[in-house]
């Protein structure tokens, strides 16, 4: 789940100011959590309150959504997910927006097999992205995650996704030049999953993401998370993107490290 906060904060300078290139200081005074951080470390919370008991995450990642989203209004959320944050009743709006694929990555970790991935992330999905496509995305990338962490090799994950989920057709390269901002998980997860999928270092992973442009913090976090899990993230990467979150949500992190992260 580390990646993905640390393609988040790496990636938040670049949102508006894409840079098209892999060559760039990875950590930067501007750089900051947004809120696909934060929206990961409430999922995380979520399923911690569960102690292993899922049958009410849904209800209980909505309190962990509200309750840790408006203690950050100023990270970056969508206007419609604003207003289900602030909601007295958050019901689903039918979005397909790349938010529900960049906050899934702990259940991942969570899980115990690829099945009960798939249904924890429906569970914190579907309370608000219950578009066919926002669970699709959430989906590939729990799944994703889910087969780096099982030691799968990385053409055997794209063969996974590429068989359930995407037809990833194209390289970086291909769509560098072109590539704008799109905030659909169907026009964000396949070139995020390629940037991992074209990779061979988790630095290189998100330097590939940052690249291409776009909506460049959350594709870093969609990157991130299935790269950290795949290679691990180096003690210096975490301890820099570390150093940008609060006290509570380096809270939250530690206490879900320590109960799904095993050595």
């Not at 879900?256 to 095993?262: G, S």
Request: with cysteine; charged share 20%; net charge neutral.
């Amino acid at each position: 789940m580390i990646g993905a906060i640390v393609g988040d904060i790496i990636g938040s300078r670049f949102e508006w100011q894409n840079i098209k290139s892999k060559d760039f200081e990875l950590f930067y005074p501007q750089c900051r959590f947004t809120d696909d951080s934060v929206m990961s470390l409430a999922i995380a919370e979520a399923i911690l309150q569960c102690n292993e008991d899922y049958t009410n995450l849904s209800n209980i990642a909505i309190n962990s959504m509200q309750n840790i989203g408006r203690k950050y209004q100023n990270c970056d959320y969508g206007l419609n997910f604003y207003k289900w944050i602030f909601s007295d009743n958050p019901k689903p709006y039918g979005s397909f927006g790349n938010g529900a694929a960049m906050r899934v990555s702990p259940c991942a970790y969570a899980a115990k097999s690829l099945e009960d991935a798939l249904s924890l992330a429906r569970k914190v999905t579907i309370i608000s992205h219950n578009h066919i496509e926002g669970i699709k995305g959430a989906q590939s990338v729990t799944s994703a995650v889910f087969l780096a962490l099982q030691k799968e090799n990385i053409e055997n994950i794209k063969k996974h996704i590429m068989q359930n989920y995407y037809n990833i057709n194209f390289t970086l390269d291909d769509i560098r030049q072109n590539y704008k901002f799109n905030e659909s998980c169907q026009n964000t997860v396949p070139q995020a999953m390629q940037a991992f999928f074209e990779s061979n270092s988790f630095e290189d992973a998100i330097r590939n993401a940052i690249s291409i442009g776009g909506d460049s913090d959350t594709i870093g976090a969609i990157t991130g998370s299935i790269a950290g899990a795949y290679y691990g993230v180096p003690k210096d990467i975490k301890d820099k993107a570390i150093n940008y979150l609060d006290k509570r949500l380096k809270d939250i992190l530690v206490q879900f490290e320590n109960r799904f992260i095993r050595a």
